[in-house]
């Protein structure tokens, strides 16, 4: 069975861009979480989808958004990119809502410039 | 808030040492606790679990017991491998809303020489 796949792996930008991230959740999940991993900041939790809806949200201002499509592969957005912006930013997934096994992808390493 | 407080590292250790990693919590509900390992350029991988007071969570020579009493959930290996160099997070998930949200402690890096 397929883990966690997410696309790009690395991606360079310069502030002020948008960027768009892709996760595909391990086949038959249904709910996908985001992270964002900074060495300052640790591992901070974006925001959960599940069903197309989000469920759950961190932290975080109102450019970082995110959705999910009816075969559970999840998009994050980030817009009016900032130095700060740059970090791992990793997915997971599990089978339903509130099933605490989570599942980890190897990570978008986003760098900002 | 739930939070998640792991001992400052780094750790360094030689080989077939004995490994103490601690690991303490906060949370309102009845959390599950969760260790996991990140190697080099690599996301997370789930070490082991406990999903409620007293059970031990083990996987690969490592151990934790979920402690309520102390609030605390602190990984053991009796013998390190050089292989076993990577970051270690405890974290904890509380199912109360049915979230799967993951609170993430800051993170320790072991490094295990020859």
């Known amino acids: 069975k397929a883990g966690v796949t997410q696309t790009p792996r690395y991606l360079i930008k310069t502030r002020g861009q948008q960027v768009t991230l892709s996760c595909s959740p391990i086949?038959?999940?249904?709910?996908v979480s985001w992270y964002q991993q900074t060495p300052g900041q640790g591992l901070q939790f974006l925001f959960e989808?599940?069903?197309?809806?989000?469920?759950n949200k961190g932290n975080f201002p109102g450019r970082f958004s995110g959705r999910q499509f009816s075969n559970s592969r999840s998009e994050m957005n980030v817009s009016t990119l900032e130095l700060g912006d740059s970090a791992l930013y990793l997915c997971a997934s599990s089978l339903f809502q509130g099933i605490n096994e989570q599942f980890f992808g190897p990570g978008t390493r986003l760098t900002v410039l | 808030g739930d939070s998640v407080t792991q001992m400052e590292g780094p750790v360094t250790l030689s080989e077939e040492a004995f490994l103490t990693i601690n690991c303490t919590y906060t949370?309102?509900?009845?959390?599950?606790l969760f260790w996991y390992v990140q190697y080099p350029g690599e996301g997370l991988q789930l070490l082991l679990k406990?999903?409620?007071?007293?059970d031990k969570g083990s996987n690969k020579g490592f151990e934790a017991t979920y402690r309520k009493e102390t609030t605390s959930f602190h990984l053991e290996k009796g013998s390190v491998q050089v292989s076993d160099s990577a970051v270690y997070f405890c974290a904890l998930s509380d199912l109360t809303g049915a979230n799967s949200k993951l609170t993430f402690g800051k993170g320790i890096t072991l490094s295990v020489r020859p």
């Open positions: 406990a999903t409620k007071a007293d």
């Open positions: 989808y599940f069903s197309e809806t989000q469920r």
């Open positions: 949370a309102t509900g009845y959390p599950s």
């Open positions: 086949s038959g999940h249904r709910s």
